[in-house]
């Protein structure tokens, strides 16, 4: 079974352009969650996305944002980027619902410059 | 309320040597405690979970304990070995609403010395 994919792995923008992160979850895997990882803050939740829909939203500003396809494919973007969002960003991918271990399935993520 | 608190930041222990990372929590609706395992370069990867109502849970050579009225949960590694040199997280969620927004401990970055 392919594990959660990321796009793409490596990109470097500049300060006030916008970026779009890709995830493709495990085949089946209807929950997929972002995460943003930095040496300083560690990992961070941004947000969770489950049948197309936001249930879940950590304490990021407005710039940063996302949706999910009907195939659970989501995307996430970040507009007007800052220094201070270069990051790896880490997807992830679990079942849904309060029946199984909830264990979160990442993919290898995509890191993040901004110059 | 929403915090983990991880300790130590780093960790150097011998080959065949005990591995011990310790995480408190504030919040009591918390009923899911994951560890994560993440190696330079790859996303973090589930090691071993508990939920509050076991004391201890073993799977080979890792071990969580888990104490509930301390809200403090803790990982061992037995006869802990180079390949274990990672970065450690450990995190909390709530089961009861299906979501999944992990909170996750500041890492402990192992290092085994051969």
């Known amino acids: 079974k392919a594990g959660v994919t990321q796009t793409p792995r490596y990109l470097i923008k500049t300060r006030g352009q916008q970026v779009t992160l890709s995830c493709s979850p495990i085949?089946?895997?209807?929950?997929v969650s972002w995460y943003q990882q930095t040496p300083g803050q560690g990992l961070q939740f941004l947000f969770e996305?489950?049948?197309?829909?936001?249930?879940n939203k950590g304490n990021f500003p407005g710039r940063f944002s996302g949706r999910q396809f009907s195939n659970s494919r989501s995307e996430m973007n970040v507009s007007t980027l800052e220094l201070g969002d270069s990051a790896l960003y880490l997807c992830?991918?679990?079942?849904?619902?309060?029946?199984?271990?909830?264990?979160?399935?990442f993919g290898e993520g995509s890191r993040l410059t901004v110059l | 309320q929403q915090q983990v608190k991880q300790s130590p930041q780093s960790l150097i222990v011998q080959k065949g040597g005990i591995s011990i990372i310790n995480c408190a929590y504030e919040?009591?609706?918390?009923?899911?405690f994951p560890w994560y395992q993440q190696f330079p370069g790859k996303g973090p990867a589930l090691l071993i979970a508990?939920?509050?109502?076991?004391s201890e849970k073993k799977e080979g050579r890792f071990t969580i304990s888990f104490n509930k009225s301390a809200k403090q949960f803790s990982l061992h590694i037995m006869d802990s070995q180079p390949g274990d040199s990672a970065t450690y997280f450990c995190?909390?969620?709530?089961?009861?609403?299906?979501?999944?927004?992990?909170?996750f401990g500041s890492g402990t970055r192992l290092q085994v010395q051969p």
């Open positions: 996305y489950f049948s197309e829909t936001q249930r």
């Open positions: 919040n009591t609706a918390f009923d899911y």
């Open positions: 085949s089946g895997h209807r929950s």
């Open positions: 992830a991918s679990s079942l849904p619902g309060t029946g199984n271990t909830g264990e979160l399935f």
């Open positions: 508990i939920r509050p109502d076991v």
């Open positions: 995190a909390a969620n709530r089961m009861d609403t299906g979501r999944r927004a992990l909170t």
